[in-house]
């Protein structure tokens, strides 16, 4: 059992959302945070560098809002679900971005090619957990 799923199911104040949804969401978000840093430091040790600044410039924002997105997600007391549900919505535009970009270095640039991965799923994992939350 994850450390994720143990936090979630172990809180004191069940969460209102399908809690499957919302552990594949966080634990997604913290994966592609990570991969997003490890890219951005990888585009940034290529040699032609230049054409890779959006793409440093998206991993870098995509990795701040997985971040903010587990984090918050992360706390199951007193949800603001509007706020959640626009952070949430956030996070899936951000990977949505990172990950095309990604995938047009993926030819030539592994990293991106794992990236612009780990970002689809983060974005699939979001999606699914906004079919869960109340509009």
């Known amino acids: 059992m994850s450390t994720v799923k143990q936090m979630v199911n172990t809180h004191p104040q069940p969460s209102q959302v399908d ?3 919302l552990i594949a969401c966080i634990e997604e978000c913290y994966t592609c945070a990570q991969t997003c840093t ?3 430091d990888a585009c940034l040790g290529e040699s032609q560098v230049q054409q890779l600044v959006r793409c440093i410039r998206l991993n870098l924002d995509c990795f701040d809002a997985c971040v903010t997105t ?3 997600l992360s706390r ?3 949800p603001d679900w509007a706020m959640l549900r626009a952070q949430v919505e956030a996070c899936a535009a951000a990977c949505r971005a990172c990950g095309a970009e990604c995938e047009n270095h ?3 640039h592994e990293h991106c090619r794992v990236c612009g991965e780990a970002c689809r799923r983060c974005e699939k994992a979001c999606n699914q957990l906004l ?3 109340a509009a």
Do not use: V
Request: aromatic share 0%; glycine share 6%.
């Open 106 to 108: 993926a030819q030539h």
């Open 76 to 78: 199951q007391t007193e």
């Open 38 to 40: 490890a890219c951005a």
């Open 19 to 21: 809690q499957s949804a």
């Open 131 to 133: 079919q869960t939350i």
């Open 70 to 72: 587990g984090n918050m």
